[in-house]
Structure formats: structure tokens, C-alpha cells
């Protein structure tokens, strides 16, 4: 859990709990319609990856070649996948139009939580993670105008936020695992393996499925079977692979 987005560090009386209220809304009868979908860096997590891809009938590797771009070198030292915005058009999102979101029921997280951001602190007496959102207020933006009043999980719940926390979470595992190994280095091919895990679903399914990856490991028949069939459950199983073969943690049981 933390700031997938990139914004920056809060003040504490910033923070937003769940029950915490604001005013928003957006439309095409606000004036900034769309003006949020230009000029901005957008990252696609795998989920957002997973999504679009199956929303646009594509392949994992079609839609990275045609409409992202990869950035190797990040702060918490794994590649990241950012959407690759129309240049000619002032930086717009590939699937904004004068109506709208082209793809808006798999729209990306960053841009379903707007004007929301999610992020964690650690508790200074134990170090546990403490989640909490903020508000995003962009010069441009006339939402906060509208008078239609959320508390912080309406607008969450409404905004189909759930499977999207919840699996980028496992993201942000991994990111905290690398934060606190800071000895640990990682190969060329451990961070390829991390982008087809994360973001190639379909070499990540023949990895597991037309190797020899399912002898070496004890797993359950069930499991197996909703991972061969489910995109979402893979990608769930992917992360587990990655605490296991780049940290090294006890989530998955070799075979003797």
C-alpha cells in the first residue's frame, strides 16, 4: 500500500480516513471535462495492464508494444509501465475522446480514484502501515465546485476501487520487501522476470503451464486450475512467485 500515483509527501492534517468527507463531482456538464486526461504521467499498474488488455482483445505484449512505454530505472528499483501519451494532441490519454473514456468500466486505478490519493505511513512505535487518502487539487479542475457530498468509502465503493486495492497491494509488497532489502541486488534477468510476471500474463501462464515449474512445486489442484483459467487469480499467483524467487520468502512449498 502506498502512493502508486507519485504525489507528494502530505501534511498529517492532509490525511483523509475512510469517513472522512469531500464535495466532487465531474461530467460532461462540468467545465474541465476531461482536461485531467492530458498532460500528465500516468503508471499502469499490472492490474490496470491485466484490464485494458482484456478490454481491448489483446494480447499483454500487444498492448505493452502499441500503447506504453517502459521506465527502468525507478526509486524502489523495479521497471515501471507508464501509458504512452499522444504528444500531438498536448500529452492525452490514448483513450480519451470529446464524449469521454473510450474505456471507462477498465479504466486504470489512478484515474478511477481521481481526485483521491492513496498512500501509507509507517506507525513510528511499531512500524506498521497506516493507510490514508488525500485530495488531488489541480488548478484546472472545477469538481470540487459541484455539491454532491462523499465520504471517502462511497466514493471508493462507487468507483469500483476493491480488486484494485486489493491486488495493488500486492504490488506495493513487493516494493516494501526491496525498500528493506537494500543489499539486495537485483540481475537483468530478475527484473526480466518481474515484467513477465507482472505484465506478460500469457508468457507468465506458459511458464508455469509448459514447463516443468508445476513438478517442483506443491500445489493445490484447485488452485492450479483457477490460475490456469483466471487472469486475475494469475496475476495473484504471479506476486507470490516473485516474494518466492526473488526474495526468497516461504509462500510457495518446493517438492522434496
Not at 507528494?8 to 463531482?25: I, K, Q, T, Y
Not at 494480447?59 to 505493452?64: A, I, N, Q, R
Request: with cysteine.
Amino acid at each position: 500500500m502506498s502512493n502508486v500515483q507519485g504525489w507528494p509527501p502530505l501534511d498529517a492534517n492532509a490525511r483523509l480516513s475512510v469517513e472522512s468527507e469531500f464535495c466532487f463531482g465531474c461530467g460532461p456538464h462540468v467545465p474541465c471535462f476531461t482536461e485531467c486526461c492530458g498532460k500528465l504521467e500516468l503508471l499502469l499498474t499490472p492490474y490496470d495492464v491485466l484490464r485494458l488488455k482484456n478490454r481491448l482483445q489483446l494480447t499483454s505484449e500487444e498492448f505493452l508494444d502499441r500503447y506504453t512505454v517502459m521506465r527502468w530505472r525507478t526509486a524502489h528499483g523495479f521497471p515501471e509501465v507508464l501509458m504512452e501519451m499522444d504528444c500531438a494532441s498536448g500529452k492525452r490519454c490514448p483513450f480519451v475522446t470529446p464524449t469521454g473514456c473510450s474505456v471507462y468500466e477498465d479504466r486504470p486505478g489512478a484515474c478511477r480514484i481521481y481526485p483521491l490519493g492513496r498512500a501509507s505511513t509507517s506507525h513510528v512505535m511499531d512500524g506498521s502501515h497506516r493507510e490514508f487518502y488525500f485530495t488531488v487539487r489541480e488548478d484546472h479542475c472545477r469538481g470540487f465546485e459541484e455539491k454532491k457530498s462523499w465520504k471517502v468509502s462511497e466514493w471508493l465503493s462507487d468507483q469500483g476501487m476493491e480488486d484494485y486495492n486489493r491486488i495493488n497491494d500486492l504490488l506495493m509488497e513487493l516494493y516494501v520487501m526491496r525498500n528493506r532489502g537494500k543489499s539486495v541486488e537485483f540481475s537483468p534477468q530478475h527484473l526480466q522476470m518481474f515484467v513477465m510476471s507482472c505484465y506478460n500474463l500469457e508468457k507468465f501462464r506458459q511458464f508455469v503451464f509448459k514447463s516443468r515449474f508445476l513438478d517442483k512445486f506443491e500445489l493445490d489442484p484447485e488452485m492450479v486450475a483457477e490460475i490456469e483459467a483466471d487472469d486475475t487469480k494469475l496475476l495473484e499467483f504471479a506476486f507470490l512467485w516473485l516474494k518466492f524467487a526473488l526474495f526468497r520468502e516461504p509462500v510457495l512449498k518446493p517438492k522434496s
